[in-house]
């Protein structure tokens, strides 16, 4: 009982190790990182955003990208090779820097055909900026990391916001066009454009430069989900293709490849927990269970034949005490015992005929029958044996089974 209790203890002190070598923390620690990633419940995550997509867009197909633009939106075109014409909108929350030049050119295309681009990021990618003729700047001098989110129709004015938690503001400081139209601002200490509509042939694109908005964290804060429902307002109500943060791509192909899923629960505390502790418990199952479960069965050897070694220690003991005669008159019973069992002859009368029978059913040669008889015959007939009588007596009867 001690020693299950030590093992018991050991194996507790190595699951806090391994625990605490994993970085794990028995306390909750909030994560902050900005990964806008679509399946990700953490504060910068947008999943609550994504899911709300369907009440947002009501009636209207949701699809999900996994691939880059210029992959996805080439092959659903009207002269591509998908399964449809991609139509309505498309939405980028942050994370757009990927984008490259067949990337841009593609979206461009998209939005001449009547279709909308919705872009939030702090800072687009260049070769879209530089396309539109537009000018970012970025100001860090904000009080208290607020700042006042606001649209330019006062009908939306119940919808501004505040939000916390900034390092800074990117702002238009130039927006090209008269045709560029103002939607909203961004004010710190002092006012400025952070939220545009551009007309593009048939199509426009709207670009917003603060993507914590439609984080986890914002939407769930008081009524900040407002202010979403403000921006969306300027999307028409159409199929959304909302672009994926949970791929991985080669930047001319756009080749994918999802992340795993089992990468999403290891993000989550309490899965991650489950799912270590029942890998430790699946080991020491394993290492207990190896174990014998029933009493060791011992090994019975067989009862060994000692009858040999019985009859070499009786005759030595004969031999050395020189009792001549006993050996000689068990010898000739055991010989004859023999005859009696292989041959089945009557060994009471050891005469001609017994001889002429022996010779017969043995195949030996009849001189040596004859010769090991007579002298089994004359050993009968004396009282008093000498060694030299019984090592005569042994080389006849060998004599006799080795031919």
């Not at 794990?24 to 990633?37: K, L, T």
């Not at 995550?45 to 197909?61: A, Q, T």
């Not at 029978?357 to 009282?383: A, D, F």
């Amino acid at each position: 009982m001690k020693k299950v209790g030590i093992i018991i203890a050991i194996v507790v002190v190595a699951i806090i190790l391994i625990v605490k070598s994993m970085g794990f923390s028995f306390n909750r620690v909030i994560d902050w990182e900005e990964s806008f990633n679509e399946k990700s419940t953490k504060p910068y995550g947008v999943s609550v955003f994504y899911k709300e997509l369907p009440k947002l867009f009501k009636d209207k197909k949701i699809r999900t990208i996994y691939y880059t633009p210029s992959t996805y939106l080439y092959a659903n075109s009207l002269d591509g090779y998908g399964e449809h014409e991609a139509t309505g909108n498309f939405i980028i929350i942050c994370n757009s820097d990927y984008l490259d030049n067949y990337d841009i050119n593609e979206l461009l295309e998209f939005t001449s055909r009547g279709n909308t681009l919705f872009i939030s990021d702090y800072f687009p990618a260049q070769k879209l900026v530089d396309t539109l003729n537009l000018q970012i700047e970025y100001n860090d001098k904000i009080k208290d990391s607020t700042s006042q989110f606001s649209f330019t129709n006062t009908t939306l004015k119940e919808k501004s916001t505040q939000i916390d938690k900034l390092a800074g503001n990117y702002y238009f400081k130039s927006i090209g066009q008269d045709s560029y139209k103002v939607l909203g601002h961004v004010k710190d200490s002092i006012k400025r454009i952070n939220f545009i509509e551009i007309p593009h042939n048939e199509g426009k694109i709207v670009l917003h430069l603060e993507p914590k908005v439609f984080t986890n964290y914002n939407i769930l804060k008081e009524d900040r989900y407002k202010y979403i429902e403000g921006v969306l307002n300027y999307l028409p109500n159409e199929d959304v293709y909302f672009d994926s943060y949970t791929k991985m791509f080669d930047a001319y192909y756009g080749d994918v490849k999802k992340k795993s899923n089992l990468g999403w629960f290891l993000e989550q505390l309490a899965f991650k927990w489950a799912w270590y502790i029942a890998l430790i418990l699946t080991l020491l199952f394993m290492i207990f269970n190896a174990k014998r479960r029933q009493r060791i069965i011992k090994t019975i050897k067989p009862l060994e034949n000692t009858t040999l070694r019985f009859v070499k220690t009786i005759s030595n003991l004969y031999y050395e005490t020189e009792d001549h005669k006993n050996i000689v008159e068990k010898k000739i019973t055991y010989f004859l015992e023999k005859i009696r069992t292989d041959y089945n002859l009557n060994t009471s009368k050891l005469d001609e005929e017994f001889i002429e029978k022996l010779t017969q059913k043995s195949g030996k040669g009849k001189e040596e029958v004859i010769k090991l008889v007579k002298y089994i015959n004359w050993l009968r007939s004396k009282n008093e044996f000498f060694e030299e009588n019984l090592i005569n007596l042994n080389r006849h009867i060998e004599a006799f089974y080795s031919k």
